[in-house]
């Protein structure tokens, strides 16, 4: 009895030590774990000799050798059997046939290492009686604690799998992710707005059949639209004409589909031409004033563009008229001109460069623009 | 042998030109008229009572979508729309015909042998149709508008005007300071497409207008009885009651 319970303890020093260490083996910490993996090892070696020379009392070269030729094998059994697991993944195999085939597979190997190694060990050296007798009787328990360790790294080592994956599929997550948001930025700095192209395009089918010059004309102003739209990119600033020009595209665009629900007037003084202004910083001024202007009434909506010169800045004007009876059919539309303000506040570091003022029957949204020597970009 | 009658509703002259073009072919199809928004659209289907409609979705201050809540019966009906990122899917789900402009004569005319011929309006079109706007906007919590009529007139107005709204059979009835007028959509829908910071559902058959709330008192059988402004007293269930305190506090 006493045999079978130090045994026994030995044994699920073994094996609980063997937990421990092949719960660090991950895939980051593989070297670590390597290293942590073998010295336990070699500890065990150690604690199984020292347990069999003086619990046991077992000759030296006997109790070397046990520990030696069983904890040596068994490492390096236990070591590659990641690969097992790795051939029989359980992307290919159900867990049921999983677990069928390590059953047994565990039973086939613990017995065949057990047997092996006592053959290695009658043949290496002339044993006592003590320990052939020894050798002999834990045989069983030596299968069993096999088995058992075959199985429990087993799962620890399928463990480690699945968490790979899943931390592997995270990573591939947050790269979407990120993905997802330079395309979003990509989209929101060419700012091209889905409704007005395709309503657009449908207005050029239309035109298509009764007037194909009209037609032509729209479909170049479309493309010239879309040209500045892109250009935003390349360059940070452009002259206020330029700005003004493709503006006035839009607004030009948006005119043959409202035909008389828009009317608007532009009104440039000269000396305000050449200053430099930040690329479509007006665009989405526009775009505003017709969407709470244009698209929320039936009668015609008033726009209006003035930009006057003062002492050390420029003053831009976009107003436009609204039906102050209309309720917006979604809540929480902002203006969209938060986007403005901070790109005004980059470009030029400064605060309140951009203010409201509505009145019951018109909206009107003024930009200061500092005079500061820039290069204008052509 | 019988026309068809067909109506035009698109805010855009040249969408609805091109939809005339198209149909040039339809020997068989009437145009009966044409409208540029909804309330002109409204006023049209109900004189006219014609068999088929191009529904214009996006219309200014009516939606084309409000304009059907806004019938006793539908049409058969082709909806248009230039773009639609989240409605595709509730079109296909309740197998609804669409048109994503611009659209072909192909396209247009695919859409046309769906619709005809013209079967007798089914109790099926009208659940589906009900079933579409309820699908439609994604079932975000941002509803902002209401409309309703009375008589002939139609009344458009801010969720924040409603006091609150009860339930009544299969309808909703919403009571805002100055009227009160019965939607054909259930609590559920409110519930999904209101504000719940602003529009709490306290009881089974009640939304309360937080804004309107006065006070919260316990009654002698131990539940809560909800006072507003306006002096309406409103039963709050044990549930109701607890999303309250939750929206409350935070």
Known sequence: MKLNLNHYIAGTADHIAMKQLTKTALKDTERIGSIVYWSAWSIIAVCHYLILRYIFVLPFVESVLDSFYYNLSFAFIGRYMIYQVRFLSLDNYSPLNLILIHSMAGLIVSSAWVYGIRELITYSVQLSEDYSFFLEKSSWFRIVIGYLFYLQVIVLYYLIEVYNEWRRNIDKEKDLNSMLKDAELKALKYQINPHFIFNSLNSIASMCYSNSKHAAEMTIKLAEFLRSTFKRNEEQMVSLEEEIATVEQYIQIERIRYSDRLAYKINIDPQCRKVPVPTMILQPLIENAIKHGVHESTETIRLHIDCKMQANQMEIEVGNTYDNTAVSPKAGEGLGLTATKERLYKSYSQENLLTIQKTKYDFTVRIRIPIKSTKVSE | ?250
Do not use: W
């Open chain 2, 1 to 250: 042998m019988k026309k068809t009658s067909i109506v035009i509703i698109d805010d855009e002259k040249l969408a609805r030109d091109l939809v005339k073009t198209y149909l040039a072919d339809y020997s068989e199809i009437t145009i009966v008229g044409e409208a540029e928004n909804a309330f002109e659209g409204l006023e049209l289907v109900q004189k006219q009572q014609p068999d088929l409609i191009l529904l214009d979705i996006q219309m200014p201050k009516l939606s084309g979508f409000e304009m059907l809540e806004l019938l006793e019966k539908y049409p058969e009906i082709i909806f248009t729309t230039a773009f639609e990122e989240y409605a595709i899917k509730a079109f296909e789900v309740n197998a609804i015909d669409y048109l994503l402009k611009p659209f072909s004569k192909e396209r247009f005319d695919l859409a046309m042998k769906k619709v005809l011929p013209l079967k007798v309006a089914s109790s099926d079109r009208i659940e589906k149709i009900d079933q579409l706007m309820q699908d439609y906007n994604q079932s975000t919590p941002d509803l902002n508008r209401l409309v309703f009529k009375e008589g002939n007139q139609i009344h458009v107005i801010s969720v924040n005007d409603l006091l609150y709204l009860e339930a009544q059979d299969d309808y909703v009835n919403c009571v805002t300071r100055n009227q009160y007028f019965l939607k054909n959509k259930t609590m559920k829908y409110f519930e999904t497409h209101l504000d719940p910071k602003k529009f709490v559902r306290i009881h089974r058959s009640y939304i309360v207008n937080l804004d309107e709330m006065k006070s919260l008192d316990k009654t002698e059988n131990d539940s809560y009885v909800l006072q507003t402004h306006t002096g309406k007293q409103l039963p709050v269930s044990r549930s109701g009651y607890s999303r309250l305190k939750e929206v409350i506090n935070n």
